[in-house]
Protein backbone atom coordinates (compact mmCIF):
# COMPACT_ATOMS: atom_id res chain seq x y z
CA UNK A 1 0.00 0.00 0.00
CA UNK A 2 2.86 2.49 0.69
CA UNK A 3 4.20 1.57 -2.70
CA UNK A 4 0.94 2.45 -4.30
CA UNK A 5 0.52 5.98 -2.43
CA UNK A 6 4.55 6.68 -3.57
CA UNK A 7 3.87 5.77 -6.81
CA UNK A 8 1.03 7.83 -7.36
CA UNK A 9 2.34 10.67 -5.43
CA UNK A 10 5.22 10.59 -8.05
CA UNK A 11 2.92 10.36 -11.12
CA UNK A 12 0.85 13.21 -9.79
CA UNK A 13 3.91 15.70 -8.92
CA UNK A 14 4.78 14.63 -12.62
CA UNK A 15 2.26 15.76 -13.69
CA UNK A 16 2.22 19.30 -12.19
CA UNK A 17 5.62 19.34 -12.53
CA UNK A 18 6.94 18.36 -15.75
CA UNK A 19 7.75 20.53 -19.03
CA UNK A 20 7.34 19.66 -22.86
CA UNK A 21 10.34 18.86 -24.84
CA UNK A 22 7.97 19.60 -27.91
CA UNK A 23 8.23 23.07 -26.73
CA UNK A 24 11.78 23.43 -27.17
CA UNK A 25 11.51 22.15 -30.41
CA UNK A 26 9.47 25.26 -31.12
CA UNK A 27 11.32 28.09 -29.68
CA UNK A 28 14.70 26.41 -31.69
CA UNK A 29 12.36 26.54 -34.90
CA UNK A 30 11.99 29.89 -35.10
CA UNK A 31 14.16 31.48 -37.52
CA UNK A 32 15.53 35.02 -37.54
CA UNK A 33 16.33 35.01 -40.98
CA UNK A 34 12.88 34.17 -42.04
CA UNK A 35 11.81 37.04 -40.12
CA UNK A 36 14.07 39.41 -41.85
CA UNK A 37 13.32 38.29 -45.17
CA UNK A 38 9.69 38.91 -44.56
CA UNK A 39 10.42 42.25 -42.79
CA UNK A 40 12.27 43.20 -45.90
CA UNK A 41 9.81 42.25 -48.36
CA UNK A 42 6.95 44.24 -46.66
CA UNK A 43 9.58 47.51 -46.71
CA UNK A 44 9.74 46.87 -50.05
CA UNK A 45 5.77 47.87 -50.82
CA UNK A 46 6.90 51.30 -50.61
CA UNK A 47 3.87 52.12 -47.98
CA UNK A 48 1.14 49.81 -46.95
CA UNK A 49 -1.02 52.60 -45.61
CA UNK A 50 -4.35 51.25 -45.05
CA UNK A 51 -5.83 53.69 -48.31
CA UNK A 52 -2.91 53.21 -50.26
CA UNK A 53 -2.28 51.75 -53.80
CA UNK A 54 -4.75 48.19 -53.92
CA UNK A 55 -4.09 47.36 -57.46
CA UNK A 56 -0.69 47.69 -58.19
CA UNK A 57 1.44 44.27 -57.94
CA UNK A 58 4.68 46.09 -56.52
CA UNK A 59 3.12 48.87 -54.27
CA UNK A 60 0.79 49.42 -51.53
CA UNK A 61 -1.44 48.09 -49.41
CA UNK A 62 -3.51 45.80 -52.24
CA UNK A 63 -0.11 44.14 -52.73
CA UNK A 64 0.97 43.61 -49.22
CA UNK A 65 -2.21 42.08 -48.33
CA UNK A 66 -1.99 39.50 -51.68
CA UNK A 67 1.69 38.36 -50.78
CA UNK A 68 1.00 37.66 -46.83
CA UNK A 69 -1.85 35.71 -48.12
CA UNK A 70 0.24 33.90 -50.45
CA UNK A 71 2.81 33.08 -47.70
CA UNK A 72 -0.08 31.78 -45.55
CA UNK A 73 -0.98 29.93 -48.72
CA UNK A 74 2.02 28.20 -48.93
CA UNK A 75 2.54 27.18 -45.29
CA UNK A 76 -0.88 25.62 -45.75
CA UNK A 77 0.59 23.68 -48.95
CA UNK A 78 3.40 22.08 -47.11
CA UNK A 79 1.38 20.64 -44.32
CA UNK A 80 -1.26 19.10 -46.36
CA UNK A 81 -3.54 22.45 -46.55
CA UNK A 82 -3.74 22.19 -42.65
CA UNK A 83 -4.70 25.71 -42.83
CA UNK A 84 -7.55 27.81 -44.80
CA UNK A 85 -6.75 31.19 -45.60
CA UNK A 86 -9.34 34.01 -46.65
CA UNK A 87 -9.77 37.69 -46.82
CA UNK A 88 -12.32 38.57 -43.74
CA UNK A 89 -13.26 42.67 -45.03
CA UNK A 90 -15.40 45.57 -43.63
CA UNK A 91 -15.83 48.89 -45.42
CA UNK A 92 -15.52 52.41 -44.08
CA UNK A 93 -16.57 55.60 -45.23
CA UNK A 94 -15.19 58.88 -44.57
CA UNK A 95 -18.02 60.49 -43.15
CA UNK A 96 -17.68 60.39 -39.30
CA UNK A 97 -14.07 59.08 -39.28
CA UNK A 98 -11.28 62.11 -39.32
CA UNK A 99 -8.54 59.43 -40.13
CA UNK A 100 -10.45 58.37 -43.00
CA UNK A 101 -9.58 60.12 -46.31
CA UNK A 102 -11.34 58.52 -48.68
CA UNK A 103 -14.42 55.35 -48.85
CA UNK A 104 -12.35 51.89 -48.83
CA UNK A 105 -12.83 48.40 -47.81
CA UNK A 106 -10.49 47.34 -44.65
CA UNK A 107 -9.38 43.88 -45.79
CA UNK A 108 -7.79 41.51 -43.00
CA UNK A 109 -6.01 38.39 -44.14
CA UNK A 110 -7.18 35.38 -41.85
CA UNK A 111 -5.41 31.89 -41.83
CA UNK A 112 -6.94 28.95 -39.36
CA UNK A 113 -5.20 26.03 -38.30
CA UNK A 114 -8.25 23.86 -36.97
CA UNK A 115 -7.95 21.78 -33.62
CA UNK A 116 -8.22 18.42 -33.54
CA UNK A 117 -11.05 18.41 -30.34
CA UNK A 118 -12.25 21.62 -29.62
CA UNK A 119 -11.77 23.54 -33.51
CA UNK A 120 -14.28 26.04 -32.12
CA UNK A 121 -11.56 26.85 -29.81
CA UNK A 122 -9.66 29.58 -30.93
CA UNK A 123 -5.89 31.65 -30.24
CA UNK A 124 -5.47 34.02 -32.40
CA UNK A 125 -1.75 35.98 -33.14
CA UNK A 126 -2.17 39.02 -34.94
CA UNK A 127 0.14 41.85 -36.81
CA UNK A 128 -0.94 44.59 -38.53
CA UNK A 129 -0.04 45.29 -42.52
CA UNK A 130 -0.33 48.70 -42.46
CA UNK A 131 2.19 51.18 -42.22
CA UNK A 132 2.16 55.10 -42.26
CA UNK A 133 3.94 58.45 -42.78
CA UNK A 134 3.88 61.95 -40.25
CA UNK A 135 0.87 62.56 -41.56
CA UNK A 136 -1.81 59.46 -40.93
CA UNK A 137 -3.55 61.01 -44.02
CA UNK A 138 -1.03 60.80 -46.30
CA UNK A 139 -1.31 57.51 -48.19
CA UNK A 140 1.52 58.28 -50.62
CA UNK A 141 4.45 58.89 -49.07
CA UNK A 142 7.23 56.49 -48.85
CA UNK A 143 6.21 54.33 -44.52
CA UNK A 144 8.51 51.35 -45.24
CA UNK A 145 6.46 50.70 -41.56
CA UNK A 146 9.88 48.01 -40.42
CA UNK A 147 9.56 47.53 -37.10
CA UNK A 148 5.66 49.21 -37.13
CA UNK A 149 4.52 46.64 -37.69
CA UNK A 150 6.22 44.34 -40.28
CA UNK A 151 8.01 43.02 -37.29
CA UNK A 152 4.56 41.96 -35.79
CA UNK A 153 3.15 40.58 -39.09
CA UNK A 154 6.37 38.81 -40.03
CA UNK A 155 6.85 37.35 -36.37
CA UNK A 156 3.15 36.27 -37.18
CA UNK A 157 4.06 34.50 -40.58
CA UNK A 158 6.63 32.87 -38.98
CA UNK A 159 4.57 31.48 -35.84
CA UNK A 160 2.50 29.92 -38.78
CA UNK A 161 5.25 28.17 -40.63
CA UNK A 162 6.57 26.60 -37.16
CA UNK A 163 2.58 25.72 -35.66
CA UNK A 164 1.75 23.92 -38.57
CA UNK A 165 4.18 21.20 -38.15
CA UNK A 166 2.13 20.10 -35.43
CA UNK A 167 -1.34 19.08 -34.89
CA UNK A 168 -3.26 20.95 -31.59
CA UNK A 169 -6.86 20.00 -29.61
CA UNK A 170 -7.82 23.71 -29.88
CA UNK A 171 -7.63 25.97 -33.34
CA UNK A 172 -4.76 28.73 -33.66
CA UNK A 173 -5.97 31.73 -36.36
CA UNK A 174 -2.73 33.83 -37.75
CA UNK A 175 -4.09 37.11 -38.34
CA UNK A 176 -2.85 40.63 -40.51
CA UNK A 177 -5.08 43.02 -39.15
CA UNK A 178 -4.97 46.46 -41.41
CA UNK A 179 -6.97 50.14 -40.28
CA UNK A 180 -5.24 50.26 -37.43
CA UNK A 181 -3.28 53.46 -37.59
CA UNK A 182 -6.58 55.08 -38.78
CA UNK A 183 -8.89 53.73 -35.75
CA UNK A 184 -8.45 49.98 -35.22
CA UNK A 185 -10.82 49.05 -37.94
CA UNK A 186 -9.33 45.45 -39.17
CA UNK A 187 -9.32 44.83 -35.18
CA UNK A 188 -12.83 45.77 -34.76
CA UNK A 189 -13.93 44.44 -38.20
CA UNK A 190 -12.53 40.51 -37.20
CA UNK A 191 -13.74 41.05 -33.29
CA UNK A 192 -17.69 41.26 -34.64
CA UNK A 193 -17.15 38.68 -37.64
CA UNK A 194 -16.02 36.29 -34.64
CA UNK A 195 -19.12 37.54 -32.40
CA UNK A 196 -21.31 36.72 -35.19
CA UNK A 197 -19.41 33.25 -35.97
CA UNK A 198 -19.85 32.22 -32.18
CA UNK A 199 -16.05 31.95 -31.85
CA UNK A 200 -14.93 30.71 -28.69
CA UNK A 201 -11.64 32.65 -28.30
CA UNK A 202 -9.34 31.47 -25.60
CA UNK A 203 -7.01 34.70 -26.31
CA UNK A 204 -5.83 37.52 -28.34
CA UNK A 205 -2.22 38.21 -29.15
CA UNK A 206 -1.86 41.17 -30.63
CA UNK A 207 1.80 41.69 -31.67
CA UNK A 208 2.59 45.70 -32.70
CA UNK A 209 6.28 46.34 -32.81
CA UNK A 210 8.18 43.14 -31.46
CA UNK A 211 11.68 44.41 -33.38
CA UNK A 212 13.29 47.81 -31.68
CA UNK A 213 15.95 47.11 -28.92
CA UNK A 214 17.63 50.59 -28.50
CA UNK A 215 15.08 53.02 -26.92
CA UNK A 216 14.86 57.04 -26.90
CA UNK A 217 15.44 56.77 -23.76
CA UNK A 218 19.15 55.68 -24.28
CA UNK A 219 18.66 51.86 -22.85
CA UNK A 220 19.64 48.81 -25.07
CA UNK A 221 18.03 45.75 -24.43
CA UNK A 222 17.61 42.37 -26.00
CA UNK A 223 15.89 40.04 -23.70
CA UNK A 224 12.75 42.70 -22.14
CA UNK A 225 9.58 42.87 -23.08
CA UNK A 226 5.78 44.11 -22.17
CA UNK A 227 2.82 42.52 -21.80
CA UNK A 228 0.05 45.01 -21.72
CA UNK A 229 -3.43 43.60 -20.61
CA UNK A 230 -6.68 45.50 -18.89
CA UNK A 231 -7.51 44.40 -15.49
CA UNK A 232 -11.10 43.39 -16.11
CA UNK A 233 -13.38 42.96 -18.94
CA UNK A 234 -14.53 46.24 -19.83
CA UNK A 235 -18.40 44.88 -20.35
CA UNK A 236 -19.02 43.22 -17.00
CA UNK A 237 -22.38 43.45 -15.56
CA UNK A 238 -23.24 45.59 -12.97
CA UNK A 239 -23.45 42.69 -10.60
CA UNK A 240 -19.99 41.76 -11.38
CA UNK A 241 -18.80 44.87 -10.58
CA UNK A 242 -20.09 45.00 -7.07
CA UNK A 243 -19.44 41.27 -6.09
CA UNK A 244 -15.76 42.28 -6.72
CA UNK A 245 -15.40 44.66 -4.12
CA UNK A 246 -16.63 42.33 -1.39
CA UNK A 247 -14.05 39.31 -3.07
CA UNK A 248 -11.77 41.10 -4.61
CA UNK A 249 -10.61 40.79 -8.11
CA UNK A 250 -9.62 44.13 -9.34
CA UNK A 251 -6.88 42.59 -11.16
CA UNK A 252 -7.79 39.72 -12.16
CA UNK A 253 -9.86 39.34 -15.74
CA UNK A 254 -9.43 37.25 -18.30
CA UNK A 255 -6.98 39.31 -20.21
CA UNK A 256 -4.64 39.94 -16.95
CA UNK A 257 -4.78 35.94 -16.37
CA UNK A 258 -3.87 35.06 -20.36
CA UNK A 259 -1.15 37.95 -18.86
CA UNK A 260 0.08 35.42 -16.33
CA UNK A 261 -0.21 32.72 -18.54
CA UNK A 262 2.01 33.78 -21.04
CA UNK A 263 4.80 35.23 -18.15
CA UNK A 264 4.16 31.62 -16.70
CA UNK A 265 5.84 29.97 -19.62
CA UNK A 266 8.39 32.56 -20.73
CA UNK A 267 9.89 31.88 -16.94
CA UNK A 268 9.13 28.09 -17.49
CA UNK A 269 10.78 27.69 -21.20
CA UNK A 270 12.44 31.21 -22.14
CA UNK A 271 14.13 31.71 -18.47
CA UNK A 272 16.57 34.73 -20.11
CA UNK A 273 13.85 36.73 -21.04
CA UNK A 274 12.14 39.23 -18.76
CA UNK A 275 8.69 39.48 -19.35
CA UNK A 276 7.00 42.49 -17.92
CA UNK A 277 3.42 42.29 -17.12
CA UNK A 278 2.23 46.19 -17.85
CA UNK A 279 -0.83 46.82 -16.04
CA UNK A 280 -2.67 48.85 -18.23
CA UNK A 281 -4.58 48.12 -21.58
CA UNK A 282 -2.35 49.76 -23.88
CA UNK A 283 0.52 52.84 -23.70
CA UNK A 284 -0.61 55.70 -21.79
CA UNK A 285 -3.57 56.90 -23.48
CA UNK A 286 -2.92 54.87 -26.78
CA UNK A 287 -4.21 51.71 -28.19
CA UNK A 288 -3.75 48.93 -30.15
CA UNK A 289 -5.13 45.85 -32.17
CA UNK A 290 -6.74 43.28 -28.91
CA UNK A 291 -8.35 46.12 -27.92
CA UNK A 292 -11.69 45.78 -29.67
CA UNK A 293 -11.57 42.04 -29.02
CA UNK A 294 -11.62 43.28 -25.46
CA UNK A 295 -14.36 45.41 -26.09
CA UNK A 296 -16.44 42.64 -27.27
CA UNK A 297 -15.43 40.83 -23.53
CA UNK A 298 -12.76 38.64 -25.32
CA UNK A 299 -9.11 37.76 -23.48
CA UNK A 300 -6.69 39.81 -25.47
CA UNK A 301 -2.93 41.51 -24.69
CA UNK A 302 -0.52 43.23 -26.65
CA UNK A 303 3.30 42.09 -26.61
CA UNK A 304 5.87 44.52 -27.76
CA UNK A 305 8.93 45.83 -27.12
CA UNK A 306 10.37 47.27 -24.03
CA UNK A 307 12.08 50.27 -25.32
CA UNK A 308 10.77 52.19 -27.84
CA UNK A 309 12.53 54.90 -30.42
CA UNK A 310 9.69 57.67 -30.97
CA UNK A 311 12.01 59.08 -33.53
CA UNK A 312 11.52 55.67 -35.64
CA UNK A 313 7.53 55.46 -35.43
CA UNK A 314 4.61 57.78 -37.27
CA UNK A 315 7.55 59.52 -39.27
CA UNK A 316 8.52 60.98 -42.95
CA UNK A 317 11.78 59.35 -43.41
CA UNK A 318 14.42 62.44 -43.22
CA UNK A 319 17.19 63.90 -41.42
CA UNK A 320 16.55 66.76 -39.30
CA UNK A 321 19.33 68.06 -36.49
CA UNK A 322 21.66 65.08 -37.10
CA UNK A 323 18.74 62.87 -36.45
CA UNK A 324 17.81 60.06 -38.92
CA UNK A 325 14.11 59.62 -39.00
CA UNK A 326 11.44 57.20 -40.39
CA UNK A 327 10.90 53.02 -39.60
CA UNK A 328 13.56 51.49 -41.89
CA UNK A 329 14.77 47.94 -42.04
CA UNK A 330 18.45 49.27 -41.07
CA UNK A 331 16.76 49.95 -36.95
CA UNK A 332 14.99 46.18 -36.40
CA UNK A 333 16.76 43.40 -34.26
CA UNK A 334 15.74 39.99 -35.82
CA UNK A 335 17.05 38.34 -33.03
CA UNK A 336 15.06 39.90 -30.53
CA UNK A 337 11.73 39.60 -33.24
CA UNK A 338 12.49 36.25 -33.28
CA UNK A 339 12.24 35.97 -29.21
CA UNK A 340 8.99 37.33 -29.07
CA UNK A 341 7.59 35.57 -31.81
CA UNK A 342 8.86 32.33 -30.04
CA UNK A 343 7.26 33.74 -27.26
CA UNK A 344 3.89 34.07 -29.06
CA UNK A 345 4.46 30.59 -30.18
CA UNK A 346 5.35 28.68 -27.02
CA UNK A 347 2.19 30.57 -25.64
CA UNK A 348 -0.23 29.34 -28.62
CA UNK A 349 1.24 25.67 -28.37
CA UNK A 350 0.65 25.12 -24.77
CA UNK A 351 -2.89 26.80 -24.62
CA UNK A 352 -3.74 25.10 -28.03
CA UNK A 353 -2.70 21.26 -26.43
CA UNK A 354 -4.27 22.23 -23.08
CA UNK A 355 -7.90 21.27 -22.08
CA UNK A 356 -10.68 23.37 -21.62
CA UNK A 357 -10.49 26.01 -18.34
CA UNK A 358 -12.80 25.50 -16.14
CA UNK A 359 -16.61 27.46 -16.47
CA UNK A 360 -17.18 27.98 -13.14
CA UNK A 361 -15.25 27.87 -9.94
CA UNK A 362 -16.75 28.18 -6.79
CA UNK A 363 -14.77 29.52 -3.67
CA UNK A 364 -16.24 29.55 0.07
CA UNK A 365 -14.16 29.76 3.91
CA UNK A 366 -15.72 32.75 5.48
CA UNK A 367 -14.48 33.24 9.06
CA UNK A 368 -12.71 29.58 8.85
CA UNK A 369 -9.62 28.35 8.93
CA UNK A 370 -9.64 26.66 5.87
CA UNK A 371 -10.37 27.55 1.98
CA UNK A 372 -13.54 25.58 -0.27
CA UNK A 373 -12.91 25.21 -3.62
CA UNK A 374 -15.21 23.73 -6.14
CA UNK A 375 -15.16 23.81 -10.11
CA UNK A 376 -16.97 22.21 -13.07
CA UNK A 377 -15.52 19.02 -14.48
CA UNK A 378 -13.72 19.33 -17.70
CA UNK A 379 -14.18 16.94 -20.88
CA UNK A 380 -10.08 15.76 -21.24
CA UNK A 381 -8.51 17.02 -17.78
CA UNK A 382 -6.76 14.80 -16.03
CA UNK A 383 -6.07 16.71 -12.85
CA UNK A 384 -6.80 20.46 -11.93
CA UNK A 385 -4.26 22.80 -10.34
CA UNK A 386 -5.25 24.64 -7.70
CA UNK A 387 -3.31 28.37 -7.73
CA UNK A 388 -3.50 30.81 -5.01
CA UNK A 389 -1.16 34.02 -4.65
CA UNK A 390 -0.52 37.04 -1.84
CA UNK A 391 -3.16 39.85 -3.10
CA UNK A 392 0.02 42.15 -4.11
CA UNK A 393 1.36 39.61 -6.01
CA UNK A 394 1.47 39.78 -9.23
CA UNK A 395 1.80 36.14 -10.21
CA UNK A 396 0.22 32.83 -9.17
CA UNK A 397 3.16 31.58 -6.98
CA UNK A 398 2.02 28.70 -4.78
CA UNK A 399 0.11 25.82 -6.39
CA UNK A 400 -1.89 22.20 -5.89
CA UNK A 401 -2.26 19.49 -7.91
CA UNK A 402 -5.60 17.65 -7.40
CA UNK A 403 -7.62 15.34 -9.48
CA UNK A 404 -10.90 16.01 -8.36
CA UNK A 405 -13.13 18.78 -9.01
CA UNK A 406 -13.79 20.07 -5.17
CA UNK A 407 -10.68 20.25 -2.62
CA UNK A 408 -10.28 21.91 0.54
CA UNK A 409 -6.47 23.82 1.47
CA UNK A 410 -7.02 23.60 5.33
CA UNK A 411 -4.91 26.26 7.49
CA UNK A 412 -4.98 28.59 4.35
CA UNK A 413 -7.09 31.61 5.23
CA UNK A 414 -9.09 33.31 2.48
CA UNK A 415 -8.56 36.68 4.11
CA UNK A 416 -5.11 36.68 2.54
CA UNK A 417 -5.15 35.62 -0.84
CA UNK A 418 -6.74 35.50 -4.34
CA UNK A 419 -7.01 32.26 -5.78
CA UNK A 420 -7.76 29.97 -8.83
CA UNK A 421 -8.44 26.73 -10.78
CA UNK A 422 -6.38 25.61 -14.31
CA UNK A 423 -7.48 22.33 -15.86
CA UNK A 424 -4.28 20.00 -16.65
CA UNK A 425 -4.31 17.56 -19.67
CA UNK A 426 -2.69 14.10 -19.48
CA UNK A 427 0.15 15.73 -21.43
CA UNK A 428 1.02 18.15 -18.53
CA UNK A 429 -0.49 21.45 -20.54
CA UNK A 430 -3.00 23.64 -18.67
CA UNK A 431 -5.69 26.00 -19.40
CA UNK A 432 -5.50 29.52 -18.22
CA UNK A 433 -6.34 29.85 -14.45
CA UNK A 434 -9.73 31.14 -13.96
CA UNK A 435 -10.68 33.23 -11.04
CA UNK A 436 -13.21 32.38 -8.59
CA UNK A 437 -17.15 33.46 -10.28
CA UNK A 438 -19.44 32.00 -7.51
CA UNK A 439 -19.20 31.79 -4.04
CA UNK A 440 -19.90 28.52 -2.25
CA UNK A 441 -22.10 29.39 1.22
Given amino acids: ?96 NRRVPHDAWIVNVVAVQKGTKYPNKYIIMSGDIDSRASDTMDFTTDAPGA ?11 EAAR ?19 EQGLFGGAGLAKYAKDKGWDIIGVLNNDMIGNIKGVDGVIDNRSFRIFSEPVPVNETETQRKMRRFYGGEVDGISRQLARYIHKNVKTYMPEMNPMMIYRLDRFGRGGHHRPFNDLGFAGIRIMEAHENYTQQHQDIRTENSIKYGDTFEHVNFEYAKKLTAVNAIT ?19 VEASVKLKWNKVDGAKGYKIYWRDTTSPT ?26 AAVGENGHESVVVFPNKILR
Fill in 1 to 96: MKKITLLFLLMSISISAQTDLKIYDIINSVSADNIKADIKTLTEFGTRNTFSDTISTTRGIGAARRWIKAEFDKISSNCNNCINTFYQKDFVTKKG
Fill in 147 to 157: NDNASGMAGTI
Fill in 162 to 180: VLSKYQFESSIIYVGLSGE
Fill in 396 to 421: WDNSRYVESTEFTLDGIVIDNFFFGV
Fill in 348 to 366: MANLAWAPEAPKEVAIGGI
